[in-house]
């Protein structure tokens, strides 16, 4: 930021945030909690500026899209694959949503 | 004459046949499974090589590694075993194919719950692993080469989508090769540490262990409880916390001792449920671990437990810091061995012992009104420790912690909203009266007021008026999952924003901190290690 300025109104909002908002390096390389994705593009829960605003929105209009066999977030989603019930009744993510299950080991 | 001939080939051919057998398992690397009741188990499909079984004897994993490796069995393979077999073989691998002490520590943050932004010095398991899971997942197994190997084509075969999520990696195929490379020299099957752990393993003596911890948003915690090994690896446990407020709660659960070291206990705090993820130390004189909350693992107690009956040893001192001039404060000291010959270093007088036993001494103390900034060494009869009680002079600046923070939405389906417990901690300067340098004090939490401010990521996208409520204690509760009609495009609750704490500091006039909270959706999948 030392050589650019805002010249727009959420330029100048960030320009005002100073410097204490956490740094998300560069694609790939660390992730913002250990438990997310570092896959940026898109993130599951954390975009590449450290933000929401680049993720889908809402999240279930591609949640089933990015989840199913070829999943795209397999650490943070079930693949219908090695998960097939978790979205069992739920045929469509946008009005079924509550129906989504939690996948974690149960006996 | 021909039958004789024809017999005597077929006994020579199956005898070299056995050596060849003999040979390649005489020479492989690989922890031979001794139980039979675990050969029984996964002997149908696993090939048995005189102890050596295929996949199984060329891995270690920690307890929650094993249930992962279980419950993908049940899930994608048909492996049908009751939760009792379950455990037993989840027993039995910890202790025989577990992970030492030395080798789970750097990594218990991930089994502990504790959301942490890791280093990782490796650009390559970077892009191979950690673009899906925590690097400390990678860092629990221990593997030989050729397993590496199978693991990373298991992966290939059952998530293809892994080709196209290193779309951006030039050569697959090499970096691959590099990735299996390291994680082969990093963690190898046999390793110095595990050798010693399956020589001499930790002793966990039975008996009164003492408390000590923090939790967020109630404070320093001491305490006491009793451990009961009711029959092998198995413990009761009851006792009592105290916070430093002056706070009782009784606690009581089960435990299992994996692995001589690993304890996972269930159990109640005050009547409401807990669970416990601690490590022994292989001397076997301390735990370390978290007790939290249970389903809400971020609501978490960090906690060390040391054996009453060892030398003499300082846990804490509570509270940490007293302000110079301070008259008749009453500070706690916790630990084992102690004795009520107490003192807080120069400038601060115990006038009174208030109550002293070998595990808590409870003085009151005078602090002089030009006693100097900075940490003193406490002592308690014959126990010592340096860094654990200070005098300052004000209070200087507060912090938000934690920052940054993560919080999930849930709470109307299946998912469980992830909460964030904030404290506003407050800190002195220190002797040089210069904020964040490295003789600052901790002082500890300080009652805030509490607020949730727009950050500007985007333009009038009101998230401070979505992401969920703050209470007068800091504790932030996220908002329900799913789309919200109300917001631009049914964005759901998530958003990142400021958290904001203002505390009016006696004599050091309004300080007010900021930190920063993540607040996103819910995971659709927990793992026992994430």
């Given at each position: 930021?030392?050589h650019?300025?805002?010249?727009n109104?959420?330029?100048?909002?960030?320009?005002?945030?100073?410097?204490?908002?956490?740094?998300?390096?560069a694609?790939g390389?660390i992730p913002?909690?250990h438990?997310?994705?570092?896959?940026f593009?898109?993130?599951?829960?954390?975009?590449w500026?450290?933000?929401?605003?680049?993720?889908?929105?809402?999240?279930?209009?591609?949640?089933f899209?990015?989840?199913?066999m070829?999943?795209?977030?397999?650490?943070?989603a079930?693949?219908?694959y090695?998960?097939?019930?978790?979205?069992a009744?739920?045929n469509?993510?946008m009005k079924?949503?509550?129906?989504?299950k939690?996948?974690k080991p149960?006996? | 004459?021909?039958?004789?001939t024809?017999?005597?080939?077929?006994?020579?051919?199956a005898?070299?046949?056995a050596a060849?057998?003999?040979?390649?398992?005489?020479?492989?690397t690989g922890i031979?499974v001794?139980?039979?009741?675990?050969l029984n188990?996964?002997t149908?499909?696993?090939?048995?090589?005189?102890?050596?079984?295929?996949?199984?004897?060329?891995?270690r994993?920690?307890p929650?590694?094993?249930?992962?490796?279980?419950?993908?069995?049940?899930?994608?393979?048909?492996?049908?075993?009751?939760?009792?077999?379950?455990?037993?073989?989840?027993?039995?691998?910890?202790?025989?194919?577990?992970?030492?002490?030395?080798?789970?520590?750097p990594y218990?943050?991930?089994?502990?719950?504790?959301?942490?932004?890791?280093?990782v010095?490796?650009?390559?398991i970077v892009d191979?692993?950690?673009?899906?899971?925590?690097?400390?997942?990678?860092?629990?197994?221990?593997?030989?080469?050729e397993?590496?190997?199978?693991?990373?084509?298991?992966?290939?075969?059952?998530?293809p989508?892994?080709?196209?999520?290193?779309?951006?990696?030039?050569?697959?195929?090499?970096?691959?090769?590099?990735?299996l490379?390291?994680?082969?020299?990093?963690f190898?099957l046999e390793?110095?540490e595990w050798?010693?752990?399956?020589?001499?393993?930790?002793?966990?003596?039975?008996g009164k262990?003492?408390?000590?911890?923090?939790?967020?948003?109630k404070?320093?915690?001491?305490?006491?409880?009793?451990?009961?090994n009711t029959s092998?690896?198995?413990?009761?446990?009851?006792?009592?916390?105290?916070?430093?407020n002056g706070?009782?709660?009784?606690?009581e659960?089960?435990?299992?001792?994996?692995?001589?070291?690993?304890?996972?206990?269930s159990?109640?705090?005050?009547?409401?449920?807990?669970?416990?993820v601690f490590h022994?130390?292989?001397?076997?004189?301390?735990?370390k671990?978290?007790r939290?909350d249970?389903?809400?693992?971020e609501?978490r107690?960090?906690?060390?437990?040391?054996?009453?009956?060892?030398?003499?040893?300082?846990?804490?001192?509570?509270p940490?810091?007293?302000?110079?001039?301070?008259?008749g404060?009453?500070?706690?000291?916790?630990?084992t061995?102690?004795s009520?010959?107490?003192s807080?270093?120069d400038?601060?007088?115990?006038?009174?012992?208030?109550?002293?036993?070998?595990?808590?001494?409870?003085?009151?103390?005078d602090?002089?009104?030009?006693?100097a900034?900075?940490?003193?060494?406490?002592?308690?009869?014959n126990?010592?420790?340096?860094?654990?009680?200070?005098v300052y002079?004000?209070?200087d600046?507060?912090?938000?912690v934690?920052s940054?923070?993560?919080?999930r939405?849930?709470?109307?389906?299946y998912?469980?909203?992830?909460?964030?417990?904030?404290?506003a901690m407050?800190?002195?300067?220190?002797?040089?009266?210069i904020?964040?340098?490295?003789?600052d004090?901790?002082?500890g939490?300080v009652?805030a007021?509490w607020?949730?401010r727009?950050?500007?990521?985007?333009?009038?996208?009101?998230d401070?008026?979505?992401?969920?409520?703050?209470d007068?204690?800091?504790l932030?509760?996220?908002?329900n999952?799913?789309?919200?009609?109300?917001?631009?495009?049914?964005e759901?609750?998530?958003?990142?924003?400021w958290?904001?704490?203002?505390?009016?500091?006696?004599?050091?006039g309004?300080?007010?901190?900021?930190?920063?909270?993540?607040?996103?959706?819910?995971?659709?999948?927990?793992?026992?290690?994430?």
């Amino acid at each position: 930021m030392k050589h650019l300025k805002g010249v727009n109104r959420k330029g100048k909002k960030i320009e005002k945030e100073k410097a204490d908002l956490p740094v998300v390096e560069a694609q790939g390389s660390i992730p913002f909690m250990h438990t997310c994705t570092s896959v940026f593009n898109p993130g599951y829960e954390v975009d590449w500026t450290g933000s929401t605003k680049q993720l889908c929105t809402p999240i279930e209009t591609d949640l089933f899209g990015t989840t199913d066999m070829y999943c795209w977030w397999p650490g943070q989603a079930p693949d219908t694959y090695n998960n097939p019930d978790w979205n069992a009744d739920c045929n469509r993510a946008m009005k079924d949503w509550m129906k989504l299950k939690v996948v974690k080991p149960e006996w | 004459m021909r039958k004789k001939t024809g017999s005597c080939f077929i006994i020579a051919l199956a005898c070299a046949l056995a050596a060849a057998w003999a040979g390649s398992a005489l020479g492989e690397t690989g922890i031979p499974v001794t139980s039979d009741k675990v050969l029984n188990m996964c002997t149908d499909c696993h090939k048995n090589n005189r102890g050596l079984v295929s996949r199984i004897s060329y891995i270690r994993q920690s307890p929650e590694g094993w249930e992962e490796t279980l419950w993908r069995h049940k899930r994608v393979r048909g492996l049908s075993i009751t939760k009792e077999e379950k455990e037993s073989l989840i027993r039995y691998f910890s202790t025989y194919q577990g992970l030492a002490p030395a080798e789970v520590a750097p990594y218990a943050y991930t089994l502990e719950k504790r959301d942490t932004k890791e280093k990782v010095d490796n650009q390559v398991i970077v892009d191979m692993c950690v673009r899906c899971h925590s690097y400390a997942k990678t860092a629990l197994q221990r593997r030989t080469p050729e397993e590496w190997t199978k693991l990373a084509n298991m992966h290939s075969g059952v998530l293809p989508m892994w080709l196209y999520q290193l779309q951006d990696v030039l050569d697959w195929d090499k970096e691959l090769a590099t990735c299996l490379a390291e994680l082969s020299k990093r963690f190898p099957l046999e390793t110095p540490e595990w050798k010693e752990w399956i020589s001499v393993r930790p002793k966990t003596v039975a008996g009164k262990w003492v408390v000590s911890g923090y939790q967020a948003g109630k404070g320093s915690y001491g305490g006491e409880i009793t451990l009961v090994n009711t029959s092998g690896d198995f413990y009761t446990y009851s006792g009592t916390v105290e916070f430093e407020n002056g706070e009782k709660q009784p606690i009581e659960g089960k435990a299992t001792l994996y692995g001589g070291y690993a304890w996972r206990a269930s159990g109640t705090l005050a009547g409401k449920p807990i669970r416990e993820v601690f490590h022994i130390s292989m001397d076997g004189s301390t735990f370390k671990g978290v007790r939290f909350d249970d389903p809400h693992f971020e609501l978490r107690g960090v906690e060390t437990r040391a054996f009453a009956g060892g030398g003499p040893r300082i846990l804490s001192v509570m509270p940490k810091a007293l302000k110079a001039g301070t008259k008749g404060a009453t500070v706690t000291i916790v630990g084992t061995g102690l004795s009520g010959q107490a003192s807080l270093g120069d400038g601060v007088t115990v006038k009174k012992v208030v109550s002293a036993s070998p595990t808590k001494v409870v003085v009151a103390v005078d602090v002089s009104d030009k006693a100097a900034t900075g940490y003193r060494n406490a002592k308690a009869g014959n126990a010592a420790a340096d860094g654990l009680f200070a005098v300052y002079k004000a209070i200087d600046y507060i912090k938000v912690v934690p920052s940054p923070a993560m919080s999930r939405t849930g709470g109307l389906g299946y998912a469980v909203k992830q909460l964030v417990q904030f404290d506003a901690m407050a800190f002195s300067s220190g002797a040089d009266d210069i904020p964040a340098t490295a003789d600052d004090i901790e002082i500890g939490r300080v009652p805030a007021a509490w607020g949730i401010r727009e950050l500007a990521s985007s333009n009038d996208d009101h998230d401070a008026e979505f992401v969920g409520t703050i209470d007068r204690n800091g504790l932030f509760t996220p908002g329900n999952e799913g789309p919200n009609p109300k917001r631009f495009m049914q964005e759901n609750n998530m958003g990142d924003v400021w958290i904001t704490a203002n505390y009016a500091a006696p004599g050091s006039g309004k300080l007010s901190a900021r930190g920063y909270l993540l607040a996103t959706i819910p995971l659709y999948i927990q793992r026992p290690v994430q």
